[in-house]
């Protein structure tokens, strides 16, 4: 390579046999738990470091280069990940917690997210901040007739709906976001019933599943639409929709225990899809437990004999979230373990991976509460005065909350929670609801119920690869300059962020330098070659370190 190539280079670990700088500068660094190949993606040419996901990591002790401050500068990496994992994690990240001071760079994946389980999937997300924040939530439009934004998903550079629709004739639709607070219908769901519940995408095509939702448990009176839905749906890139079953159809519902319906003013039949290990999942809350696709339609049933009201992937294993509140393992087969019942919840509904923990959210006290092993849960506190978290997701290394019945969104900040705004003040309703949320375009999006609309707010400011990142090795660059963030997937430029001024966004911080740990999920693949730059490298700069593992 070019020696002009080196020019601005702060920190250089090539993990040749082992996790040192190569730049001279001195820096104190901790490594654990890596091991060394020669696995890099040029082949044996070039060396790797590879990291577990589950206690894995490097740091480099606080050091006046690596603070950037106004500065720009740029980070350029080889990463591997597997197919089948489904949460990558933490690439680098420099972040105060306290003051929402710093960067972060991950393959971020969102998973918990109400019936939506995984809006965001593999993600590429870099993000910088100074405890900056959108003056008002953006109105995004509201898809059609919608009273609930069941589902959001980033999936394939669009951002994508599902929705439910109150009146005797309408149904749940599927949409993708246009823009401008316009919204394209993709269509109806087949069966005429009055909701599109999940979305999710699987082997390269988008997935959405259908169901009956029943608006008495949101004071909206009973449904108007009873025809059942239940399906699971591949959709086609000319909108034609191909049915792939319908899980549980030949099951007889279990007497003893009433379907959630109208007794219970849930969901009946609401369905929510998820992707782990590289197989199709699905749970229905009309027929219990979880059910895993086969082909040409068919699903087996896997247990647990349990409403699963969402899934969520942490530490490479798959949990059940349960109505009544109890959270499952899932072992393989139909085995699964119980993992406890966080304390007072009857409904546990949410979940989120933040740094390398697992929290939920819980019904009727509306708290968070953080897995501590076997079936233990150490609660974190009340979000403000709310009865329900609802969806919850990371963004910009933050986690947000939407809750019940104010329609409201909180951030959590440690262990207490910061009002963040009121998504839906529809008048005369006492049930308010933010059930969805994504990150999309550098900014997250919440989906409401009753009120139908989807709206979106900026923290710092984010560029995020809304496409699910390919297995193997992939060269990856994040940039700051002057007036924006840039990222680089295999040499060619892939998002940019909204701009900004320089002078707003002092990244200035005590916090160590974290390589494969921070604010999501531990890093699980290898790393090759990492470069940290005070400067911002140029297209041609990236696309010649791109190229190196074919030199």
């Known amino acids: 390579m070019n020696s002009e190539i080196n020019i601005g280079l702060i920190a250089h670990l090539p993990f040749t046999q082992n996790c040192e700088d190569r ?26 470091a590879a990291f577990n996901g589950l206690n894995s990591g490097i740091k480099i002790e606080r050091h006046p280069r690596l603070n950037f401050g106004r500065d720009a500068f740029s980070i350029a990496v080889w990463v591997k990940t597997n197919r089948l994992t489904d949460v990558v994690g933490d690439i680098v990240s420099k972040f ?15 998973t918990g997210v109400t019936t939506t389980t995984q809006p965001n ?22 898809p059609g007739r919608a009273v609930q934004i069941l589902s959001l998903a980033a999936i394939r550079g669009n951002l994508y709906a599902g929705t439910t629709e109150l009146e005797a004739g309408e149904t749940g639709h599927l949409w993708r976001y246009a823009e401008d607070g316009e919204w394209t219908d993709l269509g109806a769901a087949p069966e005429g019933c009055n909701s599109v519940t999940s979305i999710a995408e699987y082997e390269g095509a988008l997935h959405c599943c259908t169901g009956r939702y029943n608006p008495v448990g949101s004071r909206l009176g009973p449904p ?58 699905v749970t229905s809350n009309h027929r219990r437990g979880a059910f895993k696709y086969e082909s040409d339609g068919h699903w087996k049933r896997i247990g647990p004999n349990e409403r699963i009201m969402s899934f969520t992937v942490y530490r490479d294993r798959l ?10 393992r899932y072992e393989g087969g139909d085995q699964w373990t119980y993992c406890g019942t966080p304390a007072r919840s009857t409904q546990t509904y949410g979940a989120v991976t933040y740094q390398d923990n697992l929290y939920v959210g819980t019904w009727p006290e509306c708290e968070v509460l953080r897995y501590g092993g076997g079936e233990a849960w150490v609660n974190v506190g009340r979000v403000g005065y709310e009865r329900e978290v609802m969806a919850l997701a990371l963004y910009n290394g933050k986690v947000y909350l939407g809750t019940l019945p104010m329609g409201n969104v909180w ?93 707003d966004y002092d990244l200035s911080n005590d916090a160590p330098l974290k390589i494969g740990f921070g604010n999501s999920h531990r890093f699980h693949g290898s790393m090759c070659d990492l ?11 990236i696309l010649q370190l791109s190229d190196q593992a074919h030199a």
């Open 411 to 503: 951030r959590m900040d440690q262990e207490d929670f910061t009002f963040v705004g009121n998504l839906d003040n529809t008048p005369t309703v006492f049930l308010r609801r933010v059930w969805s949320m994504a990150v999309y375009q550098g900014k997250l999006f919440g989906g409401t119920l009753p009120s139908g609309h989807v709206l979106s707010i900026e923290a710092g400011r984010m560029a995020t690869h809304d496409h699910s990142l390919e297995a193997g090795w992939r060269h990856i660059a994040a940039v700051r300059d002057e007036s924006c963030l840039k990222l680089y997937l295999d040499g060619r430029p892939v998002a940019t962020s909204s701009t900004y001024s320089s002078n």
């Open 96 to 110: 105060d917690l306290d003051a929402r001071r710093g960067f972060n760079l991950g393959i971020i994946t969102n």
């Open 319 to 328: 949990y059940a979230l349960i109505n009544g509140g109890p959270v499952y």
């Open 224 to 281: 108007k639409n009873e025809r059942p839905g239940g399906r699971v749906y591949r959709v086609e890139p000319d909108g034609t929709w191909i049915e792939c079953g319908h899980p549980g159809s030949q099951d007889a519902v279990p007497e003893e225990t009433p379907t959630m319906g109208y007794e219970t003013g849930k969901a009946d039949e609401a369905m929510s899809l998820t992707v782990y290990r590289g197989e199709l999942y």
């Open 23 to 48: 730049t001279g500068s001195g820096y104190v660094v901790e490594s654990h738990n890596i091991e060394h190949t020669t696995d890099g993606p040029g082949g044996e040419l070039m060396a790797a």
């Open 531 to 541: 470069r940290t730059y005070g400067r911002a490298i140029s297209p041609h700069e």
């Open 121 to 142: 999937y593999r993600n590429i997300h870099f993000g910088i901040d100074n405890a900056k924040l959108s003056d008002r939530w953006t109105d995004c439009g509201r």
